[in-house]
C-alpha cells in the first residue's frame, strides 16, 4: 500500500468524464415518465413551499424521500433556464463521478494502483452503470452515499490505529442521507455489507470499535428529524402511514408494482452488466458453491461477496424488483467478478469466460486474436475497456438522434406556442408535459370520446405509437407528427 499521488489515474477518469458524459448531460431530453413527473412534483413543492411533503398534482406521493427533490428546487429556483442540464449533473452524474473516484481510492488502498485503476475502468465501461449517471434518478446519489459508507468503513477496517471519532460520523450520517435521498436501501446494504463482512472475517467484535450502536442511533436521530418535520404538517400522519406502509414494508411484502419472480434479478445481470455479466454469474456460483472454504478467501473477495452476493440475495426476495434497484451493488459486481477472474485465469473455464465475453463486443475478439498470441489476461481486459470507451465517444453524436426518434422534444416544440387543446390518448405520462407547457392536458381512456369532439374545437391529440391505429379510426383528427415513439394529431 505504498503512498502515491495516482495523479494519471485521477486526469484519465475526469477526462473520461468531461470528454464523453458531461455533453450528454447539456444534449439529453428529459424523458416523460421519471424526469418530467419529478419536475411536477419539484414545481408543486415550490408553490406549496413544503419541503417534506411531497405531492404529484396535489396527490399525496409517498413513493420518494425529500433529499434529491431539494436539489431539484435549489437549481428550480436559481438557475432555472438551466434547471433539467445542471439537476443531472450535480445529482447523478457527480456522484457517479465520485463512485468511480472511491472505488480507486479503496481498491488501491486495499492491493494496488493496477487493481483500483482496473475495477474503476471496469466499473466506467458498464453501459448500464454509465447510462444511469445521466438521468435523473436518486439511485446514483444514494449509491454515491452508500460507497462513501463503505469506503469509510473499509478504510477504518484495514487501519490498524484506533478509528477517529469523526470519520465515523461522516460514515453513519451518509447512511442517514443515503436513506433520505430513496429510502430503505439506503441503510440495508451498508449495514448488510458490514455485517456480512466482519462475519466472514470472524470479527464482530470490530463492532465496538467503530461504535455500531451508536451509529445506528445517529441514523435514527437523522430519521427521526425528518419523520417529525413531516408529523407536524397537516397531511404528516396519512403521509407517514403511507410512506411506512405502502411504500416500504407493501414493496419488500407484495408489490402494487414491478412485482417479480425470485429469480428476475439473476436472468437479468447478464444485461445490466453487459457485457460482464457472464463472468459476474460464474463468480456468484462459484463463491456460493465455496462458501464453506471463505476462510481462505482474501479480504478483497469478502468485500465482493459482502458487498454483491448477499444483498443480491436479499434484494431476490424482495417482492418489488426493477434493475436499477441494484445500482449500489454495482462496485462488488465488479470486485467479485474480477477476482473470480484471477482465481481461474490459468484454467480453460477462465479463457472460456473471458472469450464469451469478448464476443459479446466482438472487436476485443479480434484485437485478442489479431495482437494477443501470447493469451495475456491484462491485454484482454484493457481490449475489453478501450473498445467501450471508443463506443462511448460516439454518444453525443447518437443522441441528437436518439431525441429526434424516440422523445416528446419536437412535439412539445410544435404544441407550445399554439392555442389549441391538449388531449392525450392512453398516455397519462403525457401529463407531465403540462410543466413544460403551462397548458392544462386531458386525459382520455375511451376513443369514442375523440369522435365527440366537435370540429371548430382545435385540438391537439398524443398518442404513443401503439395506439395509432385507434385514434386514425377517427377522420376528424389527421397526422401532424410522429417519430418512433409518439404520434401528434390535430383536427
Known amino acids: 500500500m505504498e503512498k502515491k499521488s495516482h495523479k494519471k489515474q485521477y486526469i484519465f477518469i475526469i477526462l473520461i468524464y ?24 419539484t414545481k408543486d413543492m415550490i408553490k406549496a413551499k413544503n419541503y417534506l411533503i411531497l405531492k404529484y398534482f396535489s396527490e399525496l406521493y409517498p413513493d420518494k424521500p425529500p433529499l434529491y427533490f431539494w436539489i431539484l428546487i435549489f437549481f428550480k429556483t436559481y438557475f432555472s433556464n438551466m434547471f ?127 461504535h455500531f450502536f451508536r451509529g445506528i442511533l445517529l441514523i435514527l436521530v437523522i430519521l427521526g428529524i425528518w419523520f417529525y418535520g413531516i408529523y407536524i404538517q397537516p397531511d404528516g400522519k396519512e403521509y407517514i402511514s403511507l410512506l411506512l406502509g405502502q411504500e416500504t414494508l407493501g414493496r419488500m411484502v407484495k408489490a402494487k408494482t414491478h412485482s417479480r419472480p425470485l429469480y428476475f434479478y439473476l436472468v437479468r445481470l447478464p444485461l445490466i452488466l453487459y457485457p460482464y455479466g457472464i463472468i459476474y454469474l460464474g463468480a456468484f456460483i462459484y463463491y456460493l458453491k465455496n462458501i464453506r472454504k471463505y476462510f481462505s478467501w482474501s479480504l478483497i473477495e469478502k468485500i465482493g461477496f459482502a458487498w454483491s452476493v448477499v444483498p443480491l440475495i436479499f434484494f431476490s426476495f424482495v417482492s418489488g424488483k426493477l434493475e436499477i434497484y441494484l445500482l449500489p451493488l454495482y462496485t462488488g459486481f465488479v470486485v467479485l467478478g474480477f477476482t473470480f477472474m484471477e482465481r481461474i485465469k490459468y484454467s480453460k473455464i477462465g479463457n472460456i469466460f473471458i472469450k464469451i465475453t469478448e464476443v459479446l463486443l466482438i472487436i476485443p475478439l479480434l484485437l485478442d486474436i489479431l ?121
Open 18 to 41: 468531461l470528454i464523453i458524459f458531461v455533453p450528454l448531460v447539456f444534449l439529453r431530453y428529459p424523458d416523460a415518465r421519471n424526469e418530467l413527473k419529478y419536475f411536477v412534483i
Open 84 to 210: 433539467f442540464s445542471l439537476s443531472l449533473l450535480f445529482g447523478s452524474l457527480l456522484p457517479s463521478f465520485g463512485i468511480s473516484i472511491l472505488s480507486f481510492k479503496l481498491f488501491t488502498k486495499l492491493k494496488d494502483e493496477k487493481f483500483g485503476f482496473f475495477i474503476t475502468l471496469i466499473l466506467m465501461t458498464i453501459p448500464y452503470f454509465t447510462g444511469i449517471s445521466v438521468f435523473l434518478r436518486m439511485d446514483m446519489l444514494m449509491s454515491f452515499f452508500i460507497s462513501l459508507a463503505l469506503y469509510l468503513f473499509f478504510t477504518t477496517y484495514i487501519n490498524k490505529n484506533k478509528p477517529r471519532i469523526i470519520k465515523l460520523i461522516v460514515m453513519y450520517t451518509s447512511i442517514g442521507i443515503a436513506v433520505l435521498t430513496k429510502g430503505g436501501a439506503g441503510f440495508i446494504i451498508p449495514i448488510l455489507v458490514i455485517l456480512t463482512f466482519l462475519v466472514l472475517e470472524k470479527n464482530l467484535s470490530f463492532l465496538k470499535e467503530i
Open 371 to 491: 495482437f494477443n498470441k501470447e493469451k495475456n489476461r491484462e491485454k484482454c481486459i484493457k481490449y475489453l475497456i478501450g473498445t467501450t470507451l471508443v463506443l462511448y465517444l460516439t454518444f453525443p453524436f447518437l443522441l441528437t438522434k436518439y431525441n429526434d426518434e424516440f422523445t416528446l422534444k419536437n412535439i412539445v416544440q410544435l404544441i407550445q406556442n399554439t392555442n389549441n387543446e391538449i388531449i392525450t390518448y392512453k398516455f397519462s405520462d403525457f401529463l407531465n408535459i403540462s410543466y413544460e407547457v403551462n397548458k392544462n392536458i386531458e386525459d382520455l381512456e375511451n376513443k369514442d370520446i375523440i369522435s365527440k369532439i366537435p370540429k371548430n374545437r382545435k385540438t391537439f391529440i398524443v398518442s404513443r405509437e401503439k395506439y395509432k391505429d385507434e385514434i386514425e379510426e377517427n377522420n376528424k383528427f389527421k397526422l401532424l407528427y410522429n417519430n418512433r415513439a409518439y404520434y401528434l394529431y390535430s383536427n
